[in-house]
């Protein structure tokens, strides 16, 4: 495109004729996981006994789909999905830190709040009492 | 391009819109807890959290007996909407007892009170994100009308725009994943 040899920020190729099909298609799968979410999501809400581990698949489900959705944003809307391998591991690979602090965030929370409810403002931290020895009276330690 | 632009700023007053109505009716909705041992009348703010676990009904209405008159005035006003308040107020405690009909109160202990502060905050900070993202649009509608990105012979600027309200949406995702579905 002569566009790109005049200005030089332009680091990738638009093809202008590609045209707004490829967003429109995006839309509609957005809209359709938005949809499945919202109804796993009321599914929760209104079946009131539920098992747990049916709870928490849900969620998993939940969340996959949620990161479904961001790869579409960002690789059709923001455009990552465009540029070279390179530029995107460069992106994408950094992002796996998530993965640990989230881990950390949830489990320092959790220990936090194990330690606040079971703390106890009456409790005397005490050093071992010396050993009472009868007949005893030997001072030990400075200025003896 | 200039109908797509004025559509997206639509929407992003249509989103902040639908967040201010939320809030509205979150911190000055009315419902009944149970927090030492009487009943209350609160909304969701980042003090208290209304949405604790269900209380029995007996618990509920043993604790309707220690409630005092300002409360039941409360209690009373959340179901019936015809007798005016200064009516109301009027009323003997046990008059308003006997109006209130305890199961349908659905009376809950107060939930977790962190929950307010992370739920305000954080939706806030993503409104405000939005709110700047409508201003921003505005701005490049205006300078389409006025044809500078033609005269400029590239759309860098709008690309840069887009890639701004796409993170904020990205955002969103998130958030909406955090707050309203898990």
């Known amino acids: 495109m002569e566009h790109n040899t005049q200005f030089a920020e332009v680091t990738h190729h638009h093809e202008p004729a590609e045209g707004t099909g490829r967003i429109w298609k995006t839309f509609w799968i957005l809209l359709i996981i938005t949809i499945i979410e919202l109804s796993l999501g009321l599914t929760m809400y209104l079946v009131p006994e539920m098992p747990s581990w049916l709870h928490l698949f849900i969620k998993g489900v939940i969340c996959i789909l949620s990161l479904a959705k961001a790869f579409y944003i960002v690789s059709i809307f923001m455009h990552l999905g465009d540029e070279i391998r390179n530029m995107i591991m460069t992106i994408v690979v950094p992002l796996m830190l998530f993965v640990w602090f989230i881990g950390a965030f949830l489990w320092d929370g959790s220990s936090y709040r194990t330690m606040r409810n079971r703390y106890d403002k009456y409790k005397e931290e005490r050093t071992m009492p010396r050993p009472e020895q009868a007949g005893d009276t030997t001072q030990h330690g400075f200025g003896g | ?182």
């Open chain 2, 1 to 182: 391009m200039i109908k797509w632009l004025a559509w997206t700023i639509v929407g992003g007053f249509a989103f902040l819109g639908c967040q201010a109505w939320e809030w509205t009716h979150l911190i000055t909705g009315a419902h009944a807890v149970l927090s030492n041992g009487q009943l209350d009348v609160i909304g969701q703010t980042t003090h208290v959290n209304p949405w604790g676990q269900h209380v029995s009904l007996a618990a509920a209405t043993d604790a309707l007996q220690h409630t005092p008159h300002d409360v039941l005035v409360k209690l009373v006003g959340i179901h019936n909407h015809e007798v005016p308040h200064e009516q109301l107020a009027a009323m003997t405690d046990q008059q308003l007892r006997g109006m209130i009909d305890v199961a349908e109160l659905h009376v809950r202990e107060t939930g977790p009170v962190a929950f307010g502060g992370f739920f305000y905050g954080i939706t806030g900070f993503h409104g405000f994100h939005v709110f700047s993202g409508v201003c921003i649009n505005i701005v490049m509608l205006i300078m389409t009308t006025n044809n500078v990105f033609e005269r400029r012979g590239h759309y860098l600027m709008i690309e840069k725009a887009g890639l701004y309200w796409h993170f904020v949406d990205l955002v969103w995702v998130f958030v909406f994943l955090c707050f309203y579905l898990i």
